[in-house]
């Protein structure tokens, strides 16, 4: 019977277990359990039946055993669960076979001592699963100090198996096993034979190891194989069938004979191969036994393999703690260029369990993909990197473009920089003899290509690297911050005070003169990481470092309007649009002669358009449309409102581009001739937010205050404030609860604040 068909039939066999399988707690701190609590997992395990669930608190636990049964053992909230074997039991003993599978997650395995399998025995066909588990310090005189596995299937994710000793299998010892593995770490185990891994084979089985993202490094054997020994007993079947991908082996040590992967005789048929790995600095040669199948691998040694693509350079690990790679290492973008091998960062694999996670660069905008993208470049190949000048060409030249054929023009706040084209017969660009730096910003143009990705490698810029800014003019700044944060918290209040315009690709806020308020939506703008920012100051020479987040951001990007498509320039126009609040759309766009020039998602009653418009003929007539979900077509706009900056109020007229000013409003809904803006600087911080939201209001005149939230349906879920305010800046606290002290639950609300009889509203989102 296949595995497949075997795990199927196994499920169809639980089904009914399942549907009735009951959740039991341990505490080792109950002093008068009653089931479904208890104080031990041992007790737990004899009232279970086949499919439960025990969740288990905090604390130090004795050795168990599990019999013919299958089950979750779990830990359960903040801290460590320990299975102690208190150096005279195996931690957690299988005492039969079973055809139900067991699941170990979140446990501490320690201190298990006996003559196989000091930490976990799984001597008899069992299908088990251990993941995010330490399985530490434990000892066995015959074989497996960490784990004993035979004639199952035994799943590893998310694991370390440390400082165990045994006569053979220091780590793990496999018999007639399937043994899969996925990030896992086996370092500084001790045997005889095979340090850090050994399996064997008798008559009538296979041993099956799959690895994929696994370090086996720093473990040691006095006799044969310091990381990795495979025997076996008869020529009847293969003795071993082992794929390795992405997985480092290093450091590993033997006494007598080899370091690294160790094959005993005779070998009858072993099917040994090796991909995207780095096995490098063990003892003795060579590392890996001749005649494997190795491919885009760094291995150490002159020793020729069946396979493409191996190196034998120095991988450049960072140190040998933690094996990552310098952003040098000939180890990066080597690996198989088949997409089903790509690092999770999207580029080609590296060789090597651990990833160098690279800076990418998309031009995918929602549903569209964009012609101009702003940003910075953290990551440049300088170290330590403060912002230095480094040459285009120099930096850029490890990008991995797809597809090929790709040509770039670059702009800085001088104008045009530099163009650069890349050659895929030679793998290499070729860029104009400019300058770079991490801490400006840069808008880039792709010519020639579509669905392009960049990626960059190099150091990430230091946080505290200087920034300035120029008096009277533009100044493109590049975010090298991983946490993101909202525009008014990431500059210094001096920088920001001095500020007339800030603007990333998605937003802008803006005002006339230093003396005004903010328009635009300060209070959910966020800059990310890699942005480029533009600012621009008035009266002073600026130098400043970014603020440092007071607390992790998410990363928050403005929803992209799904319904109009539209041609973007390397810079646009701030149109603000203010919406009478009963009568909504959910998208509105700009149009000039029957085209788009932007569009975005109404999220508020003030929402801020992005206008590509600059390039277009002085002199042209302005429109809008607006899109309703549920409602058939669009509703388009060429009479409307627009704000009269001299005279503080809305007149009905047109935008003509062209037209003098840092920003247009313009009001859209209703047929009121003479409206006048609200202000009163309402903003909800963080957005998303998990727990509080901070709500802040300026009031200029004593006036009676009402803010409450409303969910989507439009009922009231909390008042908060109701009564009379004097004149201040304002902050208030909403814990994400009803009016009845209730948490609500994940999702989209509405913060309304009404001031005698204005309205403004926030769109918030609670995100647990």
């Known amino acids: 019977m296949s595995k497949d068909k075997k795990y199927i039939l196994a499920l169809i066999m639980l089904l009914p277990l399942l549907l009735c399988a009951i959740t039991r707690y341990v505490d080792d701190d109950y002093t008068n359990p009653t089931p479904p609590y208890y104080d031990s997992i041992q007790e737990a395990i004899g009232d279970a ?61 320690t201190n298990g001592n006996n003559s196989s399998g000091g ?7 069992r299908t088990v699963k251990i993941c995010n588990c330490e399985i530490i310090n434990n000892t066995a005189t015959g074989g497996g100090g960490g784990l004993f596995s035979s004639q199952g299937d035994l799943t590893l994710e998310k694991c370390v198996i440390k400082n165990n000793t045994a ?36 008559a009538t089985y296979v041993n099956y190891l799959d690895a994929e993202n696994v370090i086996i490094e720093n473990n040691t054997a006095t006799d044969y194989a310091g990381a990795l020994g495979i025997r076996s007993v008869s020529p009847e079947v293969p003795s071993a069938v082992l794929n390795f991908n992405k997985v480092t082996i290093s450091n590993n040590n033997c006494t007598n004979d080899i370091g690294g992967i160790y094959i005993g005789t005779p070998t009858y048929d072993i099917d040994l191969s ?50 990552n790679l310098e952003y040098y290492s000939p180890c ?64 850029l030249q490890t990008w991995n473009p797809l597809p090929h054929q790709l040509e770039l023009d670059i702009w800085n706040d001088d104008g045009f920089l530099a163009n650069g084209i890349y050659d895929d017969n ?36 230091e946080s505290d690297t200087d920034l300035d800014t120029y008096a009277s003019a533009e100044t493109w700044l590049g975010y090298f911050l991983e946490d993101s944060q909202l525009v008014i918290d990431a500059f210094p209040s001096a920088v920001i005070n001095d500020a007339i315009l800030v603007k990333t690709m998605d937003w802008t806020i803006s005002r006339n003169s230093t003396n005004d308020r903010w328009t635009g939506t300060t209070g959910s703008s966020y800059i990310n990481y890699a942005d480029c920012v533009v600012i621009e100051t008035v009266s002073a020479y600026n130098d400043f470092n970014w603020e440092t987040p007071s607390r992790s951001g998410y990363v928050n990007y403005r929803p992209v309007a799904e319904h109009f498509t539209f041609d973007d320039d390397v810079d646009y126009f701030p149109i603000y649009a203010t919406f009478d609040v009963n009568d909504m759309p959910d998208e509105v766009a700009v149009y000039i002669d029957g085209v788009c020039h932007g569009a975005q998602v109404v999220e508020d009653t003030i929402c801020q358009i992005c206008a590509h418009i600059l390039e277009e003929d002085p002199g042209q007539e302005i429109e809008f ?47 009121n001739e003479n409206v006048v803006p609200i202000y009163y600087d309402l903003h909800c911080y963080p957005n998303p937010f998990n727990p509080e939201l901070t709500i802040s209001f300026n009031l200029e005149e004593t006036q009676e205050v009402n803010l409450n939230v409303y969910n989507v349906k439009g009922q009231k879920v909390k008042t908060l404030v ?11 606290v909403w814990k994400g609860d009803d009016n009845t002290g209730n948490k609500v639950s994940s999702g989209v609300y509405y913060i309304r604040l009404q001031v005698g009889e204005d309205i403004v509203n926030r769109k918030v989102i609670l995100m647990k």
């Not at 001790?190 to 340090?195: D, L, Q, Y």
């Not at 070729?430 to 400006?440: A, F, G, L, R």
């Not at 109701?722 to 208030?732: K, M, Q, S, T, V």
Request: net charge negative; charged share 20%.
């Open 274 to 323: 090796i991909i995207n790995s780095i096995v490098w600095g063990n003892d003795n040669t060579p590392q890996i036994p001749a005649n494997h199948i190795v491919t885009y691998s760094c291995v150490d040694g002159n020793t020729v393999y069946p396979g493409d693509e191996n190196i034998n350079d120095d991988p450049e690990f960072v140190n040998t703690n933690t094996y």
């Open 119 to 125: 930490g976990i025995y799984a001597g008899s066909d």
């Open 49 to 109: 039946s086949t499919g439960d669930v025990l969740c288990v608190y905090p604390g130090t636990y004795e050795h168990i055993s599990i019999g013919n049964i299958g089950l979750t053992i779990m830990k359960f909230g903040i801290g460590d669960v320990i299975i102690d074997g208190n150096d005279e039991h195996t931690c957690i003993y299988f005492t039969s076979n079973s055809q139900y599978g067991v699941i170990l997650d979140g446990l501490i395995i």
């Open 722 to 732: 109701n009564e009379l305010f004097r004149p201040d800046d304002y902050n208030l």
């Open 167 to 202: 006569a053979t299998g220091g780590g793990i010892y496999a018999r007639d096993q399937h043994l899969t593995m996925q990030d896992v770490s086996i370092i500084d185990n001790t045997a005889e034979v095979g340090g850090g891994i050994y399996a064997k084979t008798y």
């Open 625 to 671: 449309a607006l899109w309703y979900d549920g409602r058939s077509g669009l509703k388009h706009l060429n009479s409307y409102q627009v704000f009269n900056e001299s005279e503080g109020k809305y007149e009905r007229r047109s935008l003509i581009t062209g037209m003098p000013g840092i920003h247009y409003k313009v009001y859209l809904e209703g047929n």
């Open 332 to 395: 990066i973008d080597t690996g198989d260029d088949d997409i089903a091998y790509y690092d999770p960062d999207g580029s080609r694999a590296d060789m090597g369990y651990l990833y160098h996670e690279q800076d990418v660069y998309s031009w995918q905008y929602g549903l569209f993909e964009r012609q101009y993208l702003w940003k910075s470049f953290p990551k440049l190949q300088i170290d330590p990197n403060q912002g230095d000048d480094v040459g285009v060409e120099n930096s």
């Open 426 to 461: 030679e793998e290499r660009w070729t860029w104009d003899d400019e300058d770079i730096s991490s801490v400006k910003g840069y808008k880039m143009q792709k010519t020639n290509a579509s669905g392009c990705l960049l990626f960059s490698r190099g150091v990430i810029c």
